[in-house]
């Protein structure tokens, strides 16, 4: 059975505003080294027999030329990951056939061994289950959702899942952390029947059938966009956690670079041109401009083309929000 990696491109990152614009997402930035986000999970997936990528048509052209070995899969329009997985799954079904499909998102930040982690996954997916990826918490985040293992199996390489819980607030995220539960990364593995069987049964169901009689427009159209956690994972009996054994941070938001990059001996973390006086625990980033502070701390300063966003560190999730009044004027 062969190995399908497929990576998800299609979306804005609109939490990295202003490095990441509409023409611009997140996943084609060199946010922690010389290789876009993209290119270094096409890279990390070099096992695999086949390489996908699933994104929007605007994104298409700059994705084939990021990723030239891949097959380029266009979703009809862009309705979250439930629909999105869906359709590039039924259709490396008919062009691959039986396989077993890892499914990542383009814009994760992992360090150390990925290929053990991901071929238990792998082999969790043909042993016929929906298997998706824990990771161990290092703080207790409120921006990530939640995986409460089960009881271990196939000799403890994967356990069950015993439920999936949406993003918590503070006080519930400790308590999830001290239980020991995971973080849901969003990173997959199946075979596509099973996949497929597990999403007819749920609102996934009119977008699968329309695949069957080879209509993807109109199932996109008769289905609202969701997440495919909420779709098919939090509804199934069959999903299984594997625990990672490597570092993993998704890049979310400003406040990730400090975790990602060097930092100086003040705590701050700078990509671009910066000079810092008195500055300490600040994300200091640009492209062509140059930045600099003087007597502020736990900062996020990014300078990109005609745009410079000031927020606290603490805040980095609320940049969404300006983003959204962005949109309605048409400047995003």
Same mark, same amino acid.
């Given at each position: 059975?062969?190995t ?5 491109a299609?979306?804005?990152g609109t939490r990295?505003y202003p ?5 611009r ?7 922690d ?8 999970t ?12 699933a994104?929007r048509?605007?994104y ?9 070995? *891949?097959?380029?899969l266009?979703?009809?329009?862009a ?8 359709y590039a799954?039924h259709?490396?079904?008919d062009?691959?056939g039986?396989?077993?499909?890892l499914?990542?998102?383009s814009?994760?930040?992992i360090r150390? %061994?990925?290929?053990?982690?991901a071929?238990?996954?792998l082999?969790a997916?043909r042993?016929?289950?929906l298997?998706?990826v824990?990771?161990?918490p290092?703080r207790p985040a409120?921006?990530?959702?939640y995986?409460?293992?089960?009881g ?7 356990r069950?899942? %015993? !439920? ?7 006080d519930?995220?400790r ?7 995971l973080w ?5 593995a ?5 996949f497929? *069987?597990? %999403?007819?049964?749920?609102p996934l ?6 695949l069957?009689?080879g209509?993807?427009e ?9 997440s ?6 939090e509804d199934?009996?069959? %999903? ?5 054994d490597f ?5 979310g938001?400003w406040?990730?670079?400090a975790?990602v990059?060097?930092t100086?001996s ?5 990509l671009?041109?910066a000079?810092?006086i008195?500055?300490a ?5 640009s ?8 007597g502020?701390e736990?900062?996020v300063? !990014?300078?990109?083309?005609d745009?410079v ?6 805040d980095?999730?609320r940049?969404?929000d300006a983003v959204r ?5 048409g400047l995003?």
């Open positions: 059975m062969d399908v990696a497929l990576l998800l299609g979306g804005t990295l490095a990441s614009r509409s023409d997402p997140k996943q084609f930035l060199e946010l080294g010389e290789r876009s986000l993209l290119r270094r096409a890279d990390r997936v070099g096992f695999a027999d086949h390489v996908y990528v994104t048509e605007a298409a052209d700059r994705v084939r030329d990021i990723v030239p070995e *891949a097959g380029v266009v979703e009809p329009a309705k979250d990951t439930g629909p999105a997985l869906a799954t259709r490396i079904r062009q691959v039986s396989c077993a499909v499914c990542l998102p814009d994760h930040s150390g %061994a990925f290929e053990p982690t071929n238990v996954a082999d997916a042993d016929g289950f298997a998706t824990g990771v161990e290092t409120t921006g990530y959702g995986i409460e293992p089960g271990d199996l196939d000799g403890g390489r994967y069950e899942v %015993a !439920a999936f819980h949406e993003k918590p607030d503070a519930t995220a308590d999830y952390v001290e239980r020991g539960w849901n990364a969003g990173m997959f199946w075979t596509p029947d099973a497929l *069987a597990a %999403a007819r049964d749920g169901r009119p977008l699968v059938d329309a069957d009689d209509d993807p109109r199932g996109f159209e008769r289905v609202d966009a969701v495919v956690d909420y779709a098919v994972m199934t009996d069959n %999903a299984v956690v594997v625990p990672a570092d993993w941070d998704d890049l938001s406040d990730a670079l975790r990059l060097d100086d003040d705590g701050n973390a700078v671009g041109d000079l810092t008195d500055t625990d600040s994300v200091l980033a492209d062509d401009a140059h930045i600099t502070t003087i502020v736990n900062l300063v !990014a300078a990109y083309d745009r966003l000031v927020v606290p560190r603490e980095s999730q940049v969404r009044e962005l949109r309605e004027d995003f």
